[in-house]
């Protein structure tokens, strides 16, 4: 009946998602940049041992021991210390990025089902392709229950899917700007070094919720077996993070926020048509949300939000809290901004003086691009692939072929989400990242919630006691 949403780098953790999982729901642990969020926890000395606890899990212990040679330092960095940088995504195989890669998606979606026989699901973004196959086959040797992913059309998935539970190559397509085709991400279980992973017998097959904003889409993925996914989640544009453009012609209201009319709007209908289970996010977070899902057909909701200010929210302590104070006084702005994500889609920003929303502290950020998981590849001249970010200098954009305009007002995501569940990256001139939050636009479910509630609060509000 109800979805916790895969939210932020972190946020939603294995912490929220088996607190989730224990009340009877779908906890969901978010699979953005697990590989950066391991490495820095082992490097802050893995407080309380559990990431230690599930790489002795692992099912090739060698690959493990390597991981954990190159990050764990006993009893953390200083304070004061940069955090070592982890490999960066490209097409170029590199063993060391796939092992961090499929050992920290291992290991969230480990401790998320550990203790407890309820499903758990991790959620992607279909925007970084060169990172799926590698992560996917580390959450499927956890046993991961469902897959869920959005930002754009994984009408590939089901077959990686197929490939990675058999131990066979997984690959998918990966856009270069530029070029006609042809490049792809390539996972091969048994090119890693690892020996032969078939004698593990094959992984179960997790199901695949594709996350989509318009019935026009769920159509077309449900056309053929090889596209079909096991279901839907349908977000409106008022969900929290990245939401697709109005369709048309861009037009921005007085604050500057994308307008959205009766062409965005999803024909509930049209999906349920589809014989598919489907899920409504953006809104839903209420007993009255689920009832007028419900009354469209979905099998349910997704709710993001609610639970990313819960207590077993990955967010910073510190940040949660001042969200909250600022959301029950009703002095919390959430913007969409057209502008701010590398990636080109609207994105949900939180303005919280002190963070990436604050005009001054935008302004002081040196930019730079040294994590990439929002980099797109282009062909260079000769046909070599190139990467390049509107977030990075705006000379070295303008360099790679692109107008200077197309950088203006880009925020780090990949830093600033980092950052906000307290791993935010420090400089070796002491400069520190600053944090970049993200919530939905509809916050009227505190109303009905404890002041520091938890993850249990809110499955109890949204299914009505």
């Known amino acids: 009946m109800l979805i916790q949403g895969g939210m932020g780098v972190a946020v939603s953790g294995w912490r929220l998602a088996r607190a989730v999982a224990g009340t009877g729901q779908l906890g969901v642990v978010s699979g953005t940049a697990l590989d950066a969020v391991l490495a820095r926890r082992l490097q802050r000395g893995d407080p309380g041992g559990h990431l230690r606890r599930a790489l002795a899990c692992f099912p090739v212990p060698e690959v493990a021991g390597r991981v954990l040679g190159r990050y764990f330092v006993p009893g953390g960095t200083a304070k004061d210390e940069p955090f070592r940088p982890v490999p960066r995504l490209g097409l170029r195989h590199a063993q060391a990025r796939d092992e961090l890669t499929v050992v920290a998606n291992f290991a969230e979606v ?12 991790v959620n992607y973004l279909e925007k970084i392709q060169m990172a799926t196959p590698a992560a996917l086959y580390g959450a499927m040797l956890a046993g991961v229950d469902y897959v869920l992913m959005g930002a754009g059309i994984p009408a590939e998935i089901p077959r990686l899917l197929d490939d990675l539970a058999a131990h066979r190559p997984g ?13 792809e991400a390539v996972f091969d ?4 070094g690892w020996g032969d992973p078939a004698a593990m017998g094959p992984l179960p097959r997790p199901r695949l919720l594709a996350i989509v904003s318009s019935h026009v889409l769920a159509a077309y ?27 048309g012609r861009m037009r921005l209201d007085e604050a500057g926020d ?4 009766p062409r965005d709007e999803v024909d509930t ?32 909701v997704q709710v993001g939000s609610a639970f990313a ?56 950020r040196p930019r730079l691009c040294d994590l990439g998981y929002l980099r797109t590849p282009y062909e260079r001249p000769g046909g070599r692939v190139g990467y390049r970010c509107p977030a990075e200098p705006v000379e070295a954009y303008v360099r790679k072929g ?3 305009e197309e950088a203006e007002g880009r925020r780090c995501l990949c830093n600033g989400l980092l950052a906000a569940v307290g791993l935010g990256q420090r400089r070796q001139d002491g400069y520190e990242e600053p944090p970049l939050l993200t919530l939905g636009q509809d916050l009227g479910f505190l109303e009905g919630l404890p002041s520091d509630h938890s993850a249990a609060d809110v499955v109890d509000l949204v299914l009505g006691g």
């Open 110 to 121: 480990f401790l998320a089902k550990e203790g407890h026989d309820r499903p758990i699901g």
């Open 171 to 183: 690959r998918v397509s990966v856009t270069v700007a530029g070029a006609d085709g042809g490049h």
């Open 189 to 192: 279980p048994r090119g890693a």
């Open 221 to 247: 993925l449900a056309r053929t077996p090889a596209t079909r996914p096991d279901g839907f989640v349908v977000e409106s544009p008022s969900a929290g993070g990245h939401s697709a453009p109005p369709r």
């Open 258 to 261: 994308p307008v959205y009319g």
């Open 269 to 300: 209908a049209k999906v349920a048509a589809l014989g598919l289970p489907f899920w409504l996010a953006g809104g839903y977070g209420t007993p009255e949300g689920l009832a007028r899902a419900r009354a469209a057909g979905a099998a349910g």
């Open 309 to 364: 200010l819960c207590r077993e929210s990955g967010l910073e302590p510190g940040l949660r809290r001042r969200l909250l104070r600022e959301a029950a006084a009703g002095g919390l702005e959430v913007r969409n901004d057209p502008h701010a994500s590398p990636a080109g889609f609207p994105f949900k920003v939180a303005s919280v003086p002190g963070t990436l929303s604050d005009a001054a502290v935008y302004d002081a």
């Open 402 to 404: 692109r107008p200077a």
